[in-house]
Each structure stands twice: as structure tokens, then as C-alpha cells.
């Protein structure tokens, strides 16, 4: 079975760079899924950010484009993500997700970041 | 980018009634809508997709139905384990992947 963790920092001061990893365990990230990152300020609802394929491919959220980057380590099987430039508009639970055909099948439990001073 | 919009915002149901929940999308996403469940400090679980496929574990309960803009997802009988955050999503058209605002289904 699917398990996804999210990690990282959970404070990150405004203008600086917010930076997530999904670890995945039960399934290779190489075994042909979109890997996602979806958001949820707080109260509020969810928010698409952006996918990965294994083979490098990406796509993203017009919205947040030019700020985030998502990346894969096959090595580690596990993705990332990071957003530039931050404001407290950033603050949300971050949940990673695997992909299928649009469908987010499986999703880590979350991961609260404030962006805050 | 289509806008998903739930209808209503909050539904207050006594526990053993029927739930109705109302999505529209901005323009036709066929029949590749998805509806998440979401209880409170946890993440969504996916319910129903292609429109009207309980996915795997869901109980009969729940059901979903529509096509093109309009869609529907009921509750049969509310169980006490219902009461959550309901989300829809189409996933016809992307980027994005674009999700409802949610209805909360909560107890009258």
C-alpha cells in the first residue's frame, strides 16, 4: 500500500523560500504516477500547486508558476517542492499526493507552514 | 481554468436523512469529476469519480450522478461518520486540477 510523508520546515519568514519532500514508500515514484502537491490555508479549501512524472515532466499551477519548482530524487523516492518568495498568503497545510489520471488516489497526512516573522 | 462552485456552503442534516450536494463547473469537464471527503485535521479521501464510481471501500451509501456542468453527490443516510467537508474536483482539463469550495455537512 501507498504511503506518502510530507517534511520540512513548519516557519518560514516572508520572502524567503519554503521548502517540502514527500517521501513515498510502498511504490517506486519511477513506476509511471503523477506525483502532486496540493494546499489548504487554514479554513479554507484545497488549492492544486503542481505535478511530477517520473520521467521529469512538470506542470503547475498558472497561479503560483512562477515561484514554485517541483523535483524528484529516484534515488531517495521522493519529491519536492519549493516556493520562492513567500507571503503570508503561503501560510497552509501542504499535502503531497499521488496521481492517477487527474485523481488524487493517496495523499500524506499534511504539513502545516506559517509564514510568518 | 474551469471554476468549480458547491452549492450550498453548509448543510445541516439530522443523522439518518438524506444529504444532497450540488457542483457546477464553468464549462463541461464530461464526466471526469471526483468528489474528496475531508474530516477535520486530516487529508481529503477520494469518494467518488468519474461522476458516479464509489471508489474503493466507500460504502453504497454515497452515490454520485451528472455530467457536463451539473453534479450531484448524495448521502443516502447520514451516519455519524459523515459529517465532514465534502469537496469536488474536475479533472478533465488541467493545468490546474481545480477543486470546489466545499460544502460542510453538519449536524442539525
Known amino acids: 500500500q501507498v504511503q506518502l510523508q510530507e517534511s520540512g520546515p513548519g516557519l518560514v519568514k516572508p520572502s524567503g523560500t519554503l521548502s517540502l519532500t514527500c517521501a513515498v514508500s510502498?511504490?517506486?515514484?519511477?513506476?509511471?504516477?503523477?506525483w502532486s502537491w496540493v494546499r489548504q490555508p487554514p479554513g479554507k479549501g484545497l488549492e492544486w500547486i503542481g505535478e511530477i512524472y517520473h520521467s521529469g515532466s512538470t506542470h503547475y499551477n498558472p497561479s503560483l508558476k512562477s515561484r514554485v519548482t517541483i523535483s524528484a530524487d529516484k534515488s531517495k523516492n521522493q519529491f519536492s517542492l519549493k516556493v520562492n518568495s513567500v507571503t503570508a498568503a503561503d501560510t497552509a497545510v501542504y499535502y503531497c499526493a499521488r496521481v492517477v489520471g487527474g485523481l488524487h488516489h493517496s495523499w500524506g497526512q499534511g504539513t502545516l507552514v506559517t509564514v510568518s516573522s | 481554468e474551469i471554476v468549480m462552485t458547491q452549492s450550498p456552503a453548509t448543510l445541516s442534516v439530522s443523522p439518518g436523512e438524506r444529504a444532497t450536494l450540488s457542483c457546477r463547473a464553468s464549462?463541461?469537464?464530461?464526466?471526469?469529476l471526483a468528489w474528496y471527503q475531508q474530516k477535520p485535521g486530516q487529508a481529503p479521501r477520494l469518494l467518488i469519480y468519474g461522476a458516479s464510481t464509489r471508489a474503493t471501500g466507500i460504502p453504497a451509501r454515497f452515490s454520485g450522478s451528472g455530467s457536463g456542468t451539473e453534479f450531484t453527490l448524495t448521502i443516502s443516510s447520514l451516519q455519524s461518520e459523515d459529517f465532514a467537508v465534502y469537496y469536488c474536483?474536475?479533472?478533465?482539463?488541467?493545468?490546474?486540477?481545480?477543486f470546489g469550495q466545499g460544502t460542510k455537512v453538519e449536524i442539525k
Open positions: 464549462q463541461s469537464v464530461s464526466s471526469n
Open positions: 510502498g511504490v517506486s515514484i519511477s513506476s509511471g504516477y503523477w
Open positions: 474536483e474536475q479533472y478533465n482539463d488541467w493545468p490546474p486540477w481545480t
